[in-house]
């Protein structure tokens, strides 16, 4: 080999050691800084499916990145009041510089806690006035969880489908499941009528509407997200008024127990969950959940915070990320649907297919052509309500679907388009 030759290789060899160490270095971070710590207060516990989801991203995320148990400080069943506030000064004694709370009802307690610690950073998931809050130090993040409700519902759609060709369902085997105008029945178990339930539930019934077009979703509130007498009540209500289909914006195991017991006595029901895995409450009669893969986003803001950049204020991302998905297929899926859901998964990551094409819905029998969002942060408890935050009005009508989840990660979709009822009362 000619000398010239011999430094040229001698200079790649060195300049892939660097980059290796570099590599390296990056990869064991949590090691090289054993001090580092990461508070995290959860509004449930494992027995809950939505802090479930959120522990075991953060799990898989901090195991990737090297971190130690000992450096994730937990505080489990917080409630939405003073006691997250308390929870977060605490977790800031403790040494954390990162501290993550998971329900939206502990945003402004943790914002307080923000301003009062400027070399901490706080994370309020599912959070919506970071940007506007004038706290640097303050960040909100969230999933384009509306992608994965509208690929349930398409299998939902696809089960109500099935049932409609082979004859399983008709006005004649289960007459209270059709409408005056011949249309299916389905139903929805909401937390909240907060826009991110609004946003979910509306995009599930797209969903299942891409499917079986004369379809018609009446939706029951529980206030509350994680009550599973509640929720099972509602199930069994909204199957009561014919819905053949279960879905849900609520934390428990409720709705698809209840559907399972519904459809073992006979009745044509089945259920689409949330967070996790139904399969094991409802053996027959569920036939997914949609879910976050909250890894994702942990792993990055970690890795950022352990790194010493900067998190951004307002994250959200979907299948283009792997944030979001649905869990296993049931056995009583309709034949086809892992083929057909694969087809819809990609084009939702390429962007060709929009969960809210304003061609697929309308309001009040006219096609939405326009959509103001207003990205303040009201008090509601005052009357009139009051802005806390002043954010800008925002168009969100773009290219000819609403623009979810852009100008702030939290959902901001409160159309309510036809073809779907919500009661005005609660269950009890």
């Known amino acids: ?27 064991v971070y949590a090691e090289a800084d054993p001090d580092f710590k990461v508070g995290v207060i959860l509004v449930g516990d494992e027995t809950e499916g939505y802090s479930m989801a959120h522990i075991t ?68 998931m599912t959070g919506d006035f970071a940007a506007i809050s004038g706290c ?34 008709t006005e004649e085997t289960q007459p209270d499941s059709f409408d005056a105008d011949g249309n299916v029945k389905i139903g929805y ?16 019934y797209l969903g299942v509407k891409s499917i079986v077009p ?78 976050n893969n909250w890894s994702v986003y942990y792993k990055y803001a970690l890795e950022t915070a352990m790194n010493g950049g900067t998190i951004d204020t307002d994250w959200s991302k979907g299948f283009d990320e792997d944030a979001v998905g649905i869990t296993a297929l049931g056995e009583s899926c309709a034949e086809g649907t892992e083929e057909y859901v694969n087809d819809i998964e990609s084009k939702l990551k390429d962007g060709s297919l929009q969960v809210f094409d304003t061609s697929t819905f309308t309001v009040d029998g006219q096609e939405v052509t326009t959509a ?15 802005v806390v935050y002043q954010g800008d009005t925002v168009e969100a009508i773009e290219d000819g679907h609403f623009s979810e989840s852009t100008f702030r990660s939290a959902p901001y979709f409160t159309l309510r388009i036809d073809g779907i009822t919500e009661d005005a009362e609660a269950v009890e």
């Open 214 to 291: 004369n379809t018609v979703m009446e939706v029951k509130y529980t206030n509350s997200w994680f009550d599973i007498d509640k929720e099972g009540a509602a199930a069994e209500a909204l199957i009561a008024n014919g819905a053949v289909i279960i879905g849900q914006h609520a934390d428990s195991t409720g709705a698809p127990a209840a559907t399972q017991k519904l459809l073992d006595s006979g009745k044509i029901c089945y259920s689409v969950g949330y967070n996790i895995d139904m399969l094991e409450t409802a053996p027959t009669a569920a036939l997914t959940s949609a879910t």
């Open 57 to 124: 991203g953060l799990k898989e995320a901090a195991k990737e990145l090297g971190l130690d148990d000992s450096q994730i400080i937990w505080k489990y069943k917080v409630p939405e009041d003073s006691s997250c506030y308390d929870a977060a000064v605490d977790l800031v004694g403790q040494g954390c510089k990162l501290v993550i709370s998971n329900s939206y009802g502990h945003q402004t307690y943790m914002v307080q806690a923000a301003m009062e610690y400027p070399d901490t950073t706080f994370i309020s």
């Open 136 to 169: 640097d130090n303050f960040k909100n993040a969230f999933t384009n969880i509306y992608e994965a409700r509208y690929v349930s519902g398409v299998v939902a759609g696809l089960k109500l489908k099935e049932l409609l060709d082979d004859g399983t369902l």
């Open 1 to 27: 080999m000619k000398k010239g030759m011999k430094k040229l290789v001698s200079l790649m060899l060195a300049a892939i050691m660097v980059i290796s160490l570099v590599a390296f270095s990056t990869t």
């Open 372 to 386: 103001e969002c207003d990205m303040s942060f009201m008090d509601f408890t005052t009357d009139p309500a009051t």
């Open 189 to 204: 178990v909401g937390a909240f009528s907060y826009a991110e339930v609004v946003s979910g539930y509306t995009a599930f």
